[in-house]
């Protein structure tokens, strides 16, 4: 055994004698002989015992390495230097076991508590032998912090794999941790017993000890190597469950919303056909109670058969029509007090002006005039009734025009008696001597201006002017029909031009009952004309008619064009035929045209208007107005206006004054 090397320095060497001397006791202290601990002590707690006092010993000794700076080799290493040809196994076999402690030679490699007990000096000239006995006991130490600094390391790259794991998308291969995890654990559980203890013999430093609390925290807080943060744990499955579930939710948000918008249309779809159906209070004004059949005159009558079927179809298409709405809107058109209501100017004179003329006449003249809407055609328009004179009067009269749509001149021509007879009314004038008040008294003439006002509109404007499709196709079939049936060559604006009948195709002079069923002469579909209808009575416009009339009703007069001419008899006979004279003449006395003899219906020429309140007992002539064709041009409206502007005095005068 080579000798201590001392340090030269004096302050060195004083620190060295008395490390040495410390190194010493605590070993004395702390390792007590075999024989005074007895036979009890353990091989374990010796075991123990000796890790103790090494990590004391190794604490000493860092605390003298670290003033002997200026030294080129720390003392701890010229121990090493001085003592490695010495080996562990030469220490052992001079020092033979005494068998009371159960440690074997190979003990003393290990740094067992007997070994130390043998290399110890009490007068401190043993002590190199000691210093080296504890290196060299501290070298397996050393190997043990070297797998805790390896250890160290992996974990950075552990974490670092992990950081970079996280940030991958679901679709990317997850890397396989499991050797890593395997080599992490292993030298996580030797760095454990080793010790924070440096390859030196230096406690660990503040930086390392704090990547391996790191290290011991991630693993705590982590699990197993190849899995994420928990809290953050990756899961494919709950990844697709979280999005399936905002999918339904967006679903369901979608279809929710989808079905309030449908309910509210529906709603709002309810409510307009609700209140599509009623009348504007202002604009519709009821006859006076106490006029027999009149007083059960059909709103909106829709007819029977297939007739009826069109109207009832067209009932769900909401259209919007002037009769529904507050007219009131319309008073900035009403023409200025002093001038008249209705205009001449042209024979287009259209139902929607028809409708603001009634309201401006039963504005302008409240007291005379008043409106009843009587039924609501296929097209949705309104087949108005006007009442002048006394609704409670005992003798009533029904003057009605524009039954067939070509012939809307008629219209025109009532509307303008209508005006008059208000004008001469309010003015207090007379007729053949008899002032209009007295006239009237006891008469109520029931004038139906435009009774086929789906037909006008058609002859008018065309089939775009219709607002339902029922209307429409109907219409076209009637043009189809017609053209294979021979009963016209025209395109279908001139063939609309002379469309006498309504929307539906029925031909209103033909769908009364008079012979109705024995009737063969016209068209036996839908047609522009001729065509009786799928039975007697079935159009709303044959009904306004029919209603109007009651049992307190003196004769029946049918507008028509073109003629000149008073058509009456239609094979009446006794009173009917006497009564049916005397209104002919007088008409013809008035307006200058002649009178001719009608025979009654058969199965070539039925289902007439004036047929059938014959029928009824009730005397009915056809007043036809204009020459040529329908429709009649507005030039020829002055002779018809000259010819039948005191034709509604006249009738009242008739009945009351003979």
Same mark, same amino acid.
């Given at each position: ?27 004395? !202290? ?37 003033? *002997? ?9 010229? $121990? ?7 080996? *562990? ?46 290196? &060299? ?19 950075? %790259? ?10 991958? !998308? ?24 080793? &010790?924070?203890?440096?390859?030196? &013999? ?18 705590? #807080? +982590? &699990?197993?190597?190849? %899995?994420?943060? +928990?809290? %953050? ?18 679903? +369901? ?154 012939? =809307? ?55 775009? *002017?219709?607002? #339902? ?9 009637? =043009? ?31 769908? $009364? ?45 049918? =507008? ?99």
């Amino acid at each position: 055994m080579g000798e201590n090397k001392v340090p030269d320095n004096p302050q060195k060497r004083d620190l060295f004698a008395e490390l040495s001397e410390m190194s010493v006791r605590e070993v004395e !202290s702390q390792i007590p002989g075999t024989a005074e601990r007895g036979t009890e002590e353990t091989e374990e707690s010796a075991q123990r015992s000796w890790k103790n006092t090494i990590r004391t010993i190794s604490q000493r000794k860092t605390a003298w390495t670290k003033g *002997a700076e200026d030294t080129s080799e720390s003392l701890s290493d010229a $121990f090493i230097t001085e003592e490695k040809n010495q080996t *562990a196994e030469n220490a052992v076999k001079s020092e033979p076991d005494s068998g009371k402690s159960g440690i074997s030679a190979g003990s003393v490699q290990t740094g067992s508590p007997d070994a130390v007990r043998t290399k110890a000096d009490p007068d401190h000239s043993g002590i190199g032998a000691l210093e080296k006995e504890l290196l &060299g006991a501290t070298k397996n130490h050393v190997e043990e912090d070297a797998k805790t600094i390896s250890s160290l390391d992996l974990e950075r %790259e552990l974490l670092s794999v992990r950081a970079e794991s996280s940030s991958r !998308s679901e679709k990317d291969a997850r890397p396989d941790l499991s050797g890593i995890s395997l080599e992490f654990e292993k030298n996580n559980e030797q760095s454990t017993s080793a &010790g924070k203890v440096r390859p030196n &013999g230096n406690v660990l430093s503040d930086e390392d000890t704090f990547y391996a609390d790191i290290a011991a925290n991630d693993i705590e #807080t +982590r &699990g197993p190597v190849n %899995e994420p943060l +928990r809290g %953050e744990r990756y899961d494919p499955l709950e990844e697709e469950r979280e999005r399936r579930e905002k999918k339904d939710r967006l679903i +369901r948000i979608i279809l929710f919303s989808a079905l309030m918008l449908v309910a509210g249309a529906l709603l709002t779809y309810v409510t307009f056909i609700r209140d599509s159906g009623k009348k504007p209070a202002d604009s519709v004004k009821s006859a006076t109670a106490g006029t027999g059949k009149n007083d059960s005159l059909p709103s909106e009558s829709s007819g029977t058969g297939s007739g009826g079927s069109l109207t009832d179809s067209a009932s769900k298409e909401t259209v919007e029509d002037i009769s529904t709405e507050d007219l009131s809107v319309y008073l900035s058109e009403m023409p200025a007090e002093g001038t008249e209501i209705v205009s001449t100017a042209d024979a287009l004179y259209s139902y929607e002006q028809m409708v603001k003329d009634l309201y401006f006449l039963t504005n302008r003249y409240p007291d005379i005039i008043r409106t009843n809407i009587a039924a609501t055609t296929l097209d949705q328009r309104a087949v108005y009734e006007v009442l002048i004179g006394n609704p409670d009067g005992s003798m009533h009269v029904v003057v009605q025009y524009g039954m067939r749509g070509s012939e =809307y001149i008629t219209s025109l021509l009532a509307m303008r008696q209508l005006e008059y007879y208000c004008q001469e009314r309010s003015k207090g004038n007379v007729y053949r001597n008899h002032n209009y008040k007295e006239i009237f008294a006891d008469v109520c003439i029931h004038v139906l201006p435009m009774v086929n006002p789906d037909g006008v509109t058609i002859s008018q404007f065309g089939i775009d *002017a219709l607002r #339902t499709r029922a209307a429409r196709d109907s219409v076209k079939a009637c =043009y189809e029909y017609d053209k294979a049936a021979g009963l016209t060559d025209q395109s279908m604006d001139a063939y609309l031009l002379t469309f006498g009948a309504n929307a539906a195709g029925v031909d209103i002079s033909k769908n $009364f009952p008079a012979g109705w069923s024995r009737y063969t002469g016209g068209a036996v579909q839908p047609s522009y004309q001729g065509y009786k209808g799928p039975s007697a009575g079935s159009e709303p416009e044959t009904q306004a008619v029919m209603n109007a009339a009651n049992d307190k009703t003196k004769g029946v007069v049918i =507008y028509r064009a073109t003629g000149n001419v008073i058509y009456w008899d239609y094979g009446s006979e006794g009173t009917v035929h006497e009564e049916g004279q005397h209104l002919a003449e007088s008409l013809s006395t008035r307006s200058g045209y002649p009178l001719t003899v009608l025979p009654k219906y058969d199965s070539t020429d039925a289902g007439g208007c004036a047929d059938y309140f014959i029928e009824e007992g009730i005397p009915a002539v056809s007043l036809v107005v204009g020459e040529g064709t329908s429709p009649v041009d507005i030039s020829a409206f002055p002779d018809i206006w000259t010819a039948n502007l005191n034709i509604l005095p006249m009738l009242a005068n008739l009945y009351t004054n003979g």
